[in-house]
C-alpha cells in the first residue's frame, strides 16, 4: 500500500505539471516522472514485497507547442512543453488506485477471518 500510494503521489505531480512551461528560452520544461519497482522477500514472514526501487524521469522528447509570444520559444516561434500525457496518467492513477483497494480488500478480508477464528475459540 506504501508503494501505491508513493505512485499516485508521483501521478499528481506529473498532472500537475503537465501544463507547466519554462519562463526562458535556455530552461526545459518538467520532465515526467516514472516510479520503478522492486520485488524484495521479507525475511521475518517469507512474504514477497513490491517496493519502489527509485522514483526517476522519463527521458522521451518534450512536446513542442508553437506560441511565439512566449518568452521561452525558439526563433522558430515553439515552446518546449513537459512530456507529460495526461490520459497516461490517468491510466497509471486508475491502477494504483485499484491495486491499493485489493490490498485495504485483503486486510479487511484478513481481519474478518481472524475475528471469527476467535469468537469460535471462546
Known amino acids: 500500500m506504501k508503494t501505491q500510494s508513493q505512485r499516485l503521489r508521483v501521478v499528481s505531480e506529473n498532472m500537475a505539471n503537465a501544463d507547466s512551461l519554462p519562463r526562458a528560452a535556455d530552461q526545459e520544461p518538467y520532465r515526467r516522472k516514472v516510479v520503478t519497482f522492486k520485488q524484495e522477500l521479507d ?21 513542442k507547442k508553437f506560441d511565439p509570444k512566449h518568452p521561452a520559444a525558439d526563433r522558430d516561434g515553439y515552446v518546449m512543453a513537459p512530456n507529460v500525457n495526461p490520459l497516461i496518467e490517468l491510466m497509471d492513477m486508475r491502477e494504483a488506485q485499484r491495486s491499493y483497494e485489493a490490498n485495504m480488500n485483503i486486510v479487511s478480508t484478513s481481519r474478518a477471518l481472524m475475528q471469527r477464528t476467535i469468537e469460535m475459540l471462546r
Not at 521475518?44 to 512536446?63: E, H, M
Request: no cysteine; glycine share 10%.
Open 43 to 63: 525475511q521475518r514472514t517469507g512474504a514477497n514485497l513490491t517496493k519502489v526501487a527509485k522514483v526517476g524521469v522519463d527521458r522521451s522528447d518534450f512536446i
